[in-house]
């Protein structure tokens, strides 16, 4: 049966009909029903397979070369299109007319237009904000450009779309003032049809670093060419923010849709477009910018990149808070700014200190972890208090912030935020010796403030990617500490050393050897601690890589889960309460290979049959 | 002994016999087809309130009632009911039981068996724990059936099985299944199957509820729980209105204030753009997978609660280009299809000549390490819509010379990223013969009809190890299973009698929650009338109190 081809299996042959091979299956089917002849039905239903979708395609019109078993070819022309398989349009018509069982007329009337899954925004987009009228119809027409962007298209690529059609309608001309507007304003408006887009903070700085968009926005008929549009209020509001300052947003009575006031003397605009343009107005020059502090001597292009990193930082500290001022202008002491904080957010009264078991504690303290934050974030952002650790100090002395510091949460906070390289190595500095800031090998871009690893002895553990001697350097250090102890070990320092053996293991990705994965978790000592109600308690908020949390999870009981954290990219091991710490006990007993437990059994017996035939004696 | 089949949906289950050569919806107490799946804990009577009566009790009695547990079949979610911690399982399997006594007033004979409609994108532990619901309600359940399968069969039934392809669409409360089904003589091959459990009608009333909060200034997360049930009943109520007409007025009384806001059709499609666009991705998954276009489709076939919105209706038609078919009751075609099903499986002579097959909705694959790379990938080894029973086989090398053993482990998926994929288990096998070059290891698997998987290693040598991965496996030892069986056992369900006069009392409150005070005034009257009488032991009295107290009610509410 197995050296049958599927023409074989089925009794037809390579050139019969989709019809015939669906009759031949159907009838060899019903002999080997799928209940009782599983085996041969699948088999069936794999010749079935590959037969009809051959057959579909000569049906389509296409010739399919077929390789037969003694290597000879056949080709198999098209077939002329078979009436009785392709679908009739007359059946298809006829259920259309069928009276339906609800009320049906508002679905039959229906546009049929607006059927193109792909529809260009850019004609819509200005009658978009129009009420629907009650008309008997339903318009899908938003959701439809919905899916023109999730169906594939970045935001970026919706723009090069844009730029090419609008260079296709006139080939040999540059784009006019008002194209390069309308672009800008199509791009602007894509970006805000999908959330995804316009929630994601890159996007945006995509737009607003894109050449063209910055020569639309500095164009002198810029406004008046926007407000000719007219714009919904996601995209007059977004398009507001682009510029800063005092823009608002206005609603137009007459169109019916919004129109734009911006406000062009805004620093930020012309920080972040002015100073970039290089069509009507001259190369930036050094001293628009009050943010320089460090300045350098590099070419224009350098230092069109300088800025523009600065004006991300800038960005970001200005979106760290909504209610910040502009920092630069009118510096408030940090202590000022986390006491208006404070008070802004009728934290003034709060205790964090007496713990209650109520929501609008949570509620409070996640509230109140926040502000703390953002204090930071008001420190790290200014360029007055900055560099200096003093007011570092100053914020971790802070009664409040004290108390913050114990929750889990505020590291995790604060490289949530993504500061900058030196904020967080002073800030490492001011939180003690056992901080420090720096990268993880998977994320080299990024930086951290972490705990140092707990031991105070650092072991010279390095880069040892090798399994086999990081399980000697592992043991090595259990004699040290053996040694130092004077015999055997605390369950602190047992736990120390699993915990960092561990960290290694999800360091240099050693756990995804085998051996490694063995070794570990024979070992009796890590067995031991997997005991350990702290062990339980802590490894849950070790953030591990993926598989080795879920390889970690399972060994430890088979109930344990994982759950993944979008934000920081880890996987954490998640143990239900129900779950019982691992027993030492039944560990001991597996630690003997079955082989040596038969011989001690074995020589058991032998004993005990020699005492019993002295013993007769 | 009979055997039934079950829709065990997420607001409404129903259930299905043969009967004089048909299939026939079974009736409850109430006379009605579908029961809602919604369980409740009355701790006045102390016992456990199933369908219509705990359905009145969703917003009277918030905190003791239980809906929609269905989404969250498969995950091991917790909800409180009676200080005790219930989990779908359970709770799925108080409906059952109580359908099964339905069954079984109904056709007069004991009910042992039943087949169950689950979503075909239901994975295995969803489909073992509606499996073990269904044990613990004393129902031996051999097969699960797929929703659309179900659907497929109910529509060929009642239009004959002729040479087509249908596209079904079930949009039900919780969950949209796609799929693409292939019939010819009396065969009925299900071609591709996609779907998305966390998309249903539930979604339209969240979204109405939400409007009607925003239009009226209220805050959704500040309201009493009693408030925000009442909410959501009158977006439902709105939403099943705007299926008749075009637009519809939502009016409520919160804490002493009355709120009206209305919405047309139109207003709900901007509303919900967002659970439409969603809606159009599976179709589209089903046509890629089985590599056809909407031409080749002959019909398509709408069931499900939700698809009785013309909006659904319309949106289909616009994606498609092609008109539903309107010839299948959608709310009672997939439990037609769980009854048609279950006498096929009891071999009914009338129906020998039908063969159905399916396909398994997930991939099955292995663990495995990139050797380029050292990452650690899924590699599939049954791709998702092979037909079933289907037996696929791939070789691999073990990972380091002299290697001792091997672990392989199952997992059921479409991800790369193995820990995205659903663990189903693993082998451990050591190799008897480790050597200086890396081994060949060939990994076969068989997975039937029945969700059976048996998982067959070979090396260069032959077998060297396998193992059967029963749909049945399930994370609860049999202690547990037997306590909750027991518990479940023992759980006192309402009486088909008593509940008559427990669905009055229940709606009597609710809607004495909906209305305002001249009207709770005679409400509680005759209320207390109707609860005296009930003590007094006299028929007549129960029965004047009992009708005068409908017609009341009947009266406030507009049904006459």
Redesign the interface.
């Known amino acids: 049966m197995s050296h049958q081809t599927p023409w074989e299996i089925l009794n037809v042959t390579p050139e019969s009909s989709l ?1 015939e091979i ?2 031949a ?3 060899l ?2 002999e080997n ?3 009782e002849h ?2 041969e ?2 088999k069936l ?2 010749a079935y ?1 590959s037969c009809s ?1 051959i057959a579909k395609l000569r049906a389509k019109g296409q010739t399919v070369v077929v390789v037969q078993k003694d290597g000879t070819k056949t080709v198999l022309a098209s077939i002329e299109k078979d009436k ?2 392709e ?2 349009a007359s ?2 018509e006829s ?2 007319e ?7 007329n ?2 039959e009337d ?1 546009p049929q237009e ?2 193109a899954p792909k529809r260009d925004l850019g004609e819509d987009f200005d009658n978009d904000s129009v009420e ?1 009228d ?1 008309a ?1 119809a ?3 027409s ?2 439809n450009s ?2 023109a962007s ?1 169906d594939g298209l970045d935001p970026l690529d919706f723009f090069n779309k844009t730029c090419y059609e609008t260079h296709m309608a006139h080939p040999n001309k540059p784009f006019s003032d008002e194209e390069i507007v309308r672009i800008a304003i199509k791009y602007l408006c894509y970006i805000n049809t999908d959330s995804n887009f316009s929630h994601n903070k890159m996007i945006w700085e995509q737009f607003k670093h894109n050449r063209l968009v910055v020569d639309a926005f500095t164009l002198p008929i810029f406004e008046e060419e926007v407000n000719k549009i007219g714009l919904r209020y996601n995209d007059a509001k977004s398009l507001c923010m682009c510029i800063g300052g005092k823009s608002k947003p206005v609603f137009d009575n007459k169109t019916n849709s919004y129109k734009v006031d911006l406000d062009f003397t805004s620093q930020y605009y012309i920080d972040t477009y002015m100073s970039r343009v290089h069509r009507n107005v001259k190369p930036a020059t050094e001293e628009t910018s009050s943010e320089k502090t460090n300045s350098d001597e590099s070419t224009s292009e350098d230092a069109n990149d300088l800025k523009k990193k600065e004006i991300i930082e800038e960005n970001e500290a200005k979106t760290e808070s909504d209610t910040k001022t502009d920092t630069s202008s009118d510096p408030m002491l940090p202590e000022a700014y986390f006491e208006k904080l404070i008070n802004e957010r009728n934290l003034q009264d709060f205790d964090p200190k007496t713990p209650q078991a109520d929501f609008d504690y949570a509620a409070k303290s996640a509230l109140l972890i926040d502000t703390v934050i953002d204090y930071f974030a008001y420190i790290a952002g200014n360029d007055t208090y900055k560099n200096e650790i003093f007011y570092y100090n100053r914020f971790l002395d802070n009664e409040l912030v004290k108390h913050v510091r114990k929750y889990d949460a505020f590291l995790g906070k604060i490289n949530q935020r993504r500061f900058d390289q030196e904020t967080l190595k002073i800030l490492a500095e001011a939180l003690g010796k056992d901080y420090e800031a720096g990268t993880f090998p998977n994320t080299p871009n990024q930086f951290y403030v972490y705990r140092k690893a707990p031991n105070q002895t650092e072991p010279d553990y390095k880069k040892l990617s090798d399994p086999l001697a990081l399980h000697k350097e592992y043991l090595r250090q259990i004699e040290l500490a053996k040694n130092k102890a004077e015999g055997s070990l605390s369950n602190d320092v047992k736990f120390q050393l699993i915990m960092h053996y561990l960290f290694i293991l999800n360091r240099d ?1 050693i756990y ?1 050897r ?2 490694a994965w063995d070794t570990f978790t024979n070992d009796p000592l890590v067995r031991e601690v997997f005991t350990f109600k702290r062990f339980r308690n802590e490894i849950v908020k070790v953030p591990l890589k ?2 080795f ?2 390889l970690l999870a ?1 060994f430890y009981h ?2 344990c889960d ?1 759950k ?1 954290s979008d934000k920081t990219k880890e ?1 954490f091991i998640v143990i ?1 309460d129900k779950v019982k710490a691992p027993t030492l006990n039944v560990k001991k007993e597996s630690k003997l290979p079955p082989r040596t437990q038969l011989l001690l059994l074995l020589t058991l017996l032998t004993i005990m049959i020699l005492i019993a035939y002295l013993l007769a004696r | 002994m009979a055997i039934i089949g079950i829709d065990l949906g997420t607001t409404n289950s129903l259930a299905v016999c043969w009967k004089n050569d048909k299939p026939v919806l079974i009736r409850n107490s109430f006379n009605e087809t579908s029961t809602p799946s919604v369980v409740g804990y009355d701790k006045e009577n102390e016992t456990y309130v199933v369908g219509a009566v705990a359905n009145e009790r969703l917003i009277t009695h918030p905190n003791d009632t239980i809906s929609e547990f269905k989404r969250c079949m498969g995950q091991n979610m917790e909800f409180m009911l009676n200080n005790r911690k219930e989990t779908s399982v359970s709770l799925s399997s108080y409906v059952l039981k109580k359908i099964k006594e339905d069954a079984e007033a109904f056709l007069g004979e004991e009910v042992d068996e039943a087949i169950i409609s689950v979503p075909a994108y239901f994975n295995d532990k969803a489909r073992s724990d509606t499996k073990l619901a269904a044990e613990l309600a004393g129902l031996r359940v051999d097969r699960l059936i797929n929703e659309p399968s179900a659907a497929a069969l109910s529509y060929l039934y009642s239009n004959g099985f002729e040479d087509q392809t249908l596209l079904i669409i079930d949009f039900g409360g919780g969950t949209l299944d796609v799929s693409l089904v292939e019939t010819f003589d009396n065969i009925i091959e299900i071609l591709a199957v996609a779907g998305n459990n966390e998309l249903g009608g539930k979604d339209f009333n969240e979204v109405i509820a939400e409007y009607f909060c925003k239009q009226s200034g209220l805050v959704m997360d500040a309201l009493r729980l009693q408030d925000k049930a009442l909410i959501y009943k009158i977006a439902e109520k709105a939403k099943i209105h705007l299926s008749k007409s075009m637009s519809t007025i939502m009016t409520a009384t919160i804490e002493g204030k009355d709120y009206s806001v209305s919405i047309d059709n139109n207003k709900l499609i901007k509303l919900c753009s967002n659970i439409f666009s969603k809606i159009k991705a599976p179709i589209d998954k089903v046509l890629r997978d089985a590599r056809t276009t909407i031409d080749d489709i002959d019909d398509i076939v709408l069931v499900g609660g939700s698809s009785k919105m013309p909006t659904v209706r319309a949106f289909i038609k616009e994606v498609t280009g092609k008109a539903p078919n309107t010839n299948v009751n959608p709310d009672t075609a997939i439990a037609l299809g769980a009854g048609i099903f279950a006498e096929i499986k009891n071999r009914n002579m009338d129906l020998k000549d039908i063969i159905m097959t399916d396909i398994c909705p997930f991939s099955l694959g292995v663990a495995t390490c990139d050797s380029m790379t050292g990452d650690i990938i899924t590699e599939f080894i049954i791709n998702r819509n092979s037909s079933l029973p289907c037996t696929r086989q791939k070789t691999f090398y073990t990972m380091s010379p002299m290697q001792e053993s091997i672990r392989i482990q199952i997992y059921q998926g479409e991800s790369i990223v193995v820990s995205k994929n659903l663990c189903l288990g693993e082998l451990m096998i050591d190799l008897a013969h480790p050597t200086k070059e890396k081994q060949m290891i060939t990994i076969k698997m068989s997975y039937d009809i029945n969700g059976i998987l048996i998982v067959d290693v070979e090396d260069k040598d032959g077998h060297i190890g396998d193992k059967v991965f029963m749909s049945k496996d399930t994370d609860l030892s049999p202690e547990e299973i037997n306590k909750m069986r027991e518990r479940i056992k023992a759980a006192s369900i309402l009486g088909r009698e008593e509940e008559k006069n427990a669905l009055l009392i229940a709606r009597a409150e609710r809607v004495f929650e909906e209305s305002l005070e001249q009207e709770r005034q005679i409400i509680l009257a005759f209320l207390m009338q109707f609860k005296a009488s009930l003590t007094s032991n006299s028929l007549k009295a129960i029965n004047e109190a009992y009708t005068k107290l409908k017609d009341l009610l009947d009266n406030i509410e507009g049904r006459n």
């Open positions: 019809a669906k009759k299956y159907a009838k089917a019903k029903n799928p209940e599983p085996d039905f699948r239903n794999d397979k979708s009785e398989n679908p009739d059946s298809v259920s259309e069928k009276t339906p069982d609800f009320d049906f508002v679905t229906i607006p059927r629907y009650n008997n339903f318009d899908f938003e959701i919905e899916e999730n990705e995804k085998q051996i993926g598989d949390a879920l399972k088979k109930n994982i993944f996987c239900p």
